[in-house]
């Protein structure tokens, strides 16, 4: 058992940054000189001990059952040890392999279970059919949080007239498994019946077979229970061979009271009265394809569907909710029918039913036929919800179909290949969105939300492979991360501009149908876009999309692709390294696709993406090309890597940045400000190119303003606490002035791309407390205290959080009454967003406080609570300091299974930019490792960007203070 490591002594980053007194704090210092012993009674308490030993093993001895040989009687006859105690000890080694051996494959569960919702328990039964692939004496499964009876165990023979075999003994294993033990072995290729019945959880971590809990529009207290089985989490529901490669047919039945109806991955079949009582119901499901433990799934709840035009696909929601599932119920059969067409494979189950789930660890969850969300992230109030809103509605619900292809359809054989479905959903969402709604065109998204994502985790020499070896459960939730879907994405993105859509489309459907129904991995997916490509002679006859990619999948990081320019030659030398924010070296090589252009009088062509040339593994390159004004590498970034010009160059581009098409400029911006970041480029070229485009922007393009500002932020919040910072406002408000007073607070019905470009430049022209924009929001948002005149939608966010950090405790108190009182899933985010702007410590403490001790907090929204404090730069010490004091409270209540805590850690480090805080979080770290559960990764990103923050005040500080103090008076026009 991992002992609870305590605080109560250790000085916070508080009580030592406002150490006026000169304090010296002493860690667990005793208040006297400390306790004496004797010698002589040292030796008597030995012995003592020594006594104690040789009675305990006597009672051992006498007390456990034993047969006439001296062996222990087998556990098939002593009650089991519970999966409780095991879970303590057995996964508290990170190194637990939970894989299970392939001597047998499930090929069909039977299951009945029984939820109690007063006990929060559960009750089953379960037939596995077993095909036996190796001769074996043992059968050993999965199960987590599941006391198995012993005495109903029987394992038996698909044959006629056969009889059971002796079950010889069962124990619960290190690794969330169960063994039982045969007298004799099963036969290879034979079938075999495995029964047993069960008891199981209720829990409340939102994992497994789960209760959740929702007030109805009286009041009331409903309770319903759902499934959430990803990654390995099927075995806390019933016992299972839970990992992908075990695919199998699941026919499920669920008892259910009369009030309730029941939901799994098929369509109901029938139902019947549970025995002589009327009050309970037997709901029966025919058998699923073949699919993956963590694809099932099943629920009991009174929940209701929606009005929809499309039969086989149905919304569900609270009764009181069920008005804003119409958006989804339009939005997903397009996405349907789009993915159908795209891929040239039906949709192969009857049914979707797409749920809104009160609670709900993930965003959504894509479990075939039966895909649940949660309600922030399906449902929308035409009235109430926002521009952002119908955003994450249309992106997550085309995410979640493009998976039930990739992922259900084809599931890759472990989880080392979680990016093949999740980094090809997060692409195909883009995809989907788009044909469901052209005018937004949100593939220009991809850029900031993907790619800039990725690499910022990816440029730390912490981040990992996409690929890399995984044994268990904690290893595997750790994978769920920005490089698996984030990188993934960008990846594939790159594959499919140097294959060419058409190649790198019947690659994929060459693909899906190959292993239709089966297991794949990465190998597989390159030799199927191999083949196209040799076909379509896209590849060389000697090179494979493996040779490529193999390079982007199994190496962590991506590369800086420097560009020297001999331009009386006409030449381009052309090198490669890994690039870090951190001051490392690394001559790691890629294959690398690049794209190029140059400037022509006759037009520029910036719309062919497929490479020219190729870095093929080697370090350096030099080619021939037609130089003039400027050049460009990697056009739109189709490529996932950086590029860095010669000095001319760049400021030959920052000059004709007004000439370059909107996706050139953000790429540009992205790419110089990382530079600079990583002290490769003067920031001279990055603050003068969005200066320049800043203040010549009249249409005020939207990716480029957003990827400009999102840069801006990283200065913005390290310059935060120096004298530079009022130069650095300065900057901004000159550079944007234009822009700032063109966007308003007018909200009329306009389109997507407009109320995008309003969000995010009034965050930014709210940021002075004295700007009209922060005055307009401190009197919307008392005349909605007073009069409860309602603030636009899609102002709120802004008006919120400006009005509260501008005011006190007043401001809070309403907010957080209206967030109890709100029932509109996105109303809330916002308000919990908001709450965390106040500039008042100690409601920013209470605020905290609510995550361990008030209910009011969902555990869904946990991180949500604390990074709204932790991104609060007087919250950040604050947040730091509350997960020191509760890391333990914390991680029993909210579990390991969303990564909850661990993005509670990740969101400190943007604010952290000292010695003493990364030395402070690295003490956190070492202090806490016996008891670090999921949170590894985590841990070290944070510590590698504080890292880079302070390293970055070392090299990069006083160059930026010395520019912004030299162009202050005319940073609107900066020569």
Same mark, same amino acid.
């Given at each position: 058992m991992v002992g609870k490591v305590d605080y109560s002594s250790v000085p916070t980053t508080v009580d030592l940054e406002n150490n006026t007194n000169q304090k010296k704090y002493t860690i667990n210092q005793p208040n006297h000189k400390g306790l004496v012993i004797s010698r002589p009674l040292c030796a008597l308490m030995a012995v003592g001990a020594l006594l104690m030993a040789l009675l305990a093993g006597l009672v051992v001895f006498f007390l456990v059952p034993r047969y006439c040989d001296g062996q222990t009687a087998p556990e098939a006859i002593t009650e089991p040890r519970t999966p409780k105690n095991l879970a303590i000890n057995g996964v508290v080694d990170g190194e637990v392999d939970e894989r299970l051996p392939r001597s047998l494959e499930p090929t069909l569960y039977s299951i009945r279970i029984r939820p109690d919702f007063q006990n929060s328990s559960t009750s089953g039964t379960i037939t596995m059919a077993l095909h036996v692939l190796e001769e074996t004496d043992e059968i050993i499964f999965h199960v987590r949080s599941i006391t198995i009876s012993p005495q109903s165990v029987v394992v038996k023979s698909k044959e006629p007239n056969s009889s059971p075999i002796p079950v010889k003994g069962q124990d619960y294993l290190k690794g969330d498994r169960y063994r039982i033990k045969l007298e004799s072995k099963m036969e290879k290729k034979k079938l075999y019946d495995l029964d047993l019945e069960f008891e199981g959880e209720l829990n409340g971590h939102l994992q497994g077979f789960y209760k959740s809990r929702y007030h109805d529009q009286a009041g009331h207290e409903r309770v319903i229970a759902s499934t959430q089985f990803s990654p390995t989490d099927a075995r806390r529901a019933f016992p299972c061979f839970d990992e992908p490669s075990f695919k199998a047919n699941f026919a499920i039945s669920l008892a259910r009271p009369r009030d309730m109806t029941t939901l799994a991955n098929m369509p109901l079949a029938n139902s019947s009265k549970l025995g002589n009582n009327s009050d309970w119901f037997w709901d029966s499901y025919p058998p699923t394809p073949k699919i993956s433990t963590y694809l099932v799934a099943f629920m009991v709840s009174d929940l209701k569907p929606g009005s929809s035009s499309d039969a086989s696909i149905k919304v569900w929601s609270r009764q009181s909710l069920l008005s804003q599932t119409s958006y989804a119920a339009q939005l997903a059969p397009k996405i349907l029918r789009y993915f159908e067409s795209y891929f040239d494979i039906k949709f192969p189950l009857p049914k979707i039913d797409v749920v809104a789930v009160p609670e709900f660890g993930f965003s959504a969850m894509e479990n075939w036929g039966l895909i649940t969300f949660r309600e922030s992230s399906l449902l929308f109030d035409p009235i109430e919800s926002t521009n952002d809103d119908k955003r994450t509605i249309a992106t997550v619900l085309s995410h979640e179909i493009a998976r039930q292809w990739f992922g259900n359809l084809v599931t890759p054989k472990w989880w080392d290949d979680l990016w093949l479905k999740e980094g090809f959903a997060t692409y195909m969402e883009y995809k989907g969105v788009d044909y469901a709604q052209p005018t937004w065109r949100i593939e220009d998204e991809f850029l900031p939300c993907e790619t800039e994502r990725a690499m910022a985790a990816d440029a730390l020499a912490s981040s990992r492979p996409i690929s890399f070896e995984v044994k268990n459960s904690r290893q595997i939730r750790q994978t769920f991360d920005d490089i698996s879907y984030a990188k993934g994405a960008s990846i594939i993105r790159m594959m499919n501009h140097f294959l060419g859509e058409e190649t790198f489309k019947k690659g994929l459907i060459n693909f899906l149908r190959k292993f239709n129904n089966s297991n794949a991995d990465r190998n597989d997916l390159f030799a199927s876009l191999t083949e196209e490509a040799h076909k379509s002679e896209i590849l060389l006859k000697n090179e494979t999309v493996k040779d490529i990619m193999t390079t982007w999948t199994e190496r962590a990081g991506f590369p800086v692709v420097h560009c020297m320019a001999d331009y009386e030659k006409n030449k381009l030398h052309i090198f490669q390294r890994r690039f870090y924010l951190t001051d490392k070296e690394e001559k790691s090589t890629w294959w690398i696709p690049l794209s190029f252009t140059a400037f022509s009088p006759n037009g520029t062509n910036f719309s062919n993406t497929k490479p020219q040339f190729w870095l093929r593994g080697e370090y350096e390159i030099e080619e021939s090309v037609d130089l003039t004004e400027w050049y460009l590498l990697n056009i739109d970034k189709t490529g996932y890597f950086i590029v860095n010009y010669d000095e001319k160059n760049w400021l030959s581009l920052v000059?004709?940045?007004?000439?370059?098409?909107?996706?050139? *400029?953000?790429?540009?911006?992205?790419?110089? &400000? /990382?530079?600079?970041?990583? #002290?490769? @480029?003067?920031?001279? %070229?990055?603050?003068? @190119?969005?200066?320049?485009?800043? %203040?010549?922007?009249?249409?005020?393009?939207?990716?480029? &303003?957003?990827?400009? @500002?999102?840069?801006?932020? $990283?200065?913005?919040?390290?310059?935060?606490?120096?004298?530079? $910072?009022?130069?650095?406002?300065?900057?901004? *408000?000159?550079?944007?002035?234009? &822009?700032?007073?063109?966007?308003?607070?007018?909200?009329?019905?306009?389109?997507?791309?407009?109320? *995008?470009? =309003?969000?995010?430049?009034?965050?930014?022209?709210?940021?002075?407390?004295?700007?009209?924009?922060?005055? /307009?929001?401190?009197?919307? $948002?008392?005349?909605?205290?007073? &009069?409860?005149?309602?603030?636009?939608? #899609?102002?709120?966010? +802004?008006?919120?959080?400006?009005? +509260?950090?501008?005011?006190?405790?007043?401001?809070?108190?309403?907010?957080? =009454?209206?967030?109890? /009182?709100? /029932?509109?899933?996105?109303?809330? #985010?916002?308000?919990l967003d908001a709450l965390g702007c106040t500039r008042l410590r100690w409601l920013l403490s209470r605020y905290l406080g609510k995550l361990t001790n008030d209910t009011s907090i969902r555990i869904q929204d946990a991180d949500r609570v604390f990074e709204s404090v932790a991104r609060n730069k007087i919250g950040t010490n604050i947040a730091f300091d509350f997960l020191r004091k509760n890391w333990n409270e914390l991680l029993s209540h909210y579990g390991d299974g969303f990564n909850i805590v661990a993005k509670m850690i990740k969101s400190l480090a943007a604010q952290m930019s000292t010695e003493f805080q990364l030395s402070e979080l690295k003490r956190f770290r070492d202090n806490i490792k016996e008891n670090i559960s999921t949170t590894s990764s985590a841990f070290d990103n944070a510590i590698e960007t504080v890292k880079a923050n302070v390293e970055w005040m070392e090299k990069n500080y006083h160059q930026v203070e010395q520019w912004l103090q030299k162009y202050k008076d005319h940073f609107d026009y900066i020569q």
């Open positions: 000059d004709h940045v007004m000439d370059l098409p909107p996706s050139v *400029r953000a790429q540009l911006i992205a790419d110089s &400000t /990382e530079l600079a970041r990583a #002290n490769l @480029l003067s920031y001279h %070229v990055p603050l003068k @190119l969005i200066a320049k485009m800043a %203040v010549l922007d009249e249409g005020i393009m939207f990716v480029p &303003t957003w990827v400009a @500002l999102e840069k801006l932020k $990283f200065l913005s919040d390290i310059l935060s606490a120096t004298p530079a $910072f009022g130069l650095f406002e300065e900057y901004h *408000r000159a550079i944007f002035k234009t &822009t700032y007073e063109r966007v308003t607070f007018e909200d009329p019905v306009d389109d997507y791309i407009t109320r *995008r470009i =309003r969000s995010t430049v009034l965050e930014w022209s709210c940021r002075s407390p004295d700007s009209r924009c922060a005055h /307009e929001s401190r009197t919307r $948002f008392r005349q909605w205290m007073i &009069t409860g005149a309602k603030i636009a939608p #899609n102002l709120r966010e +802004i008006v919120y959080c400006t009005a +509260i950090r501008e005011g006190g405790e007043i401001e809070w108190d309403f907010a957080y =009454r209206k967030y109890l /009182e709100v /029932e509109t899933p996105s109303e809330k #985010n916002m308000l």
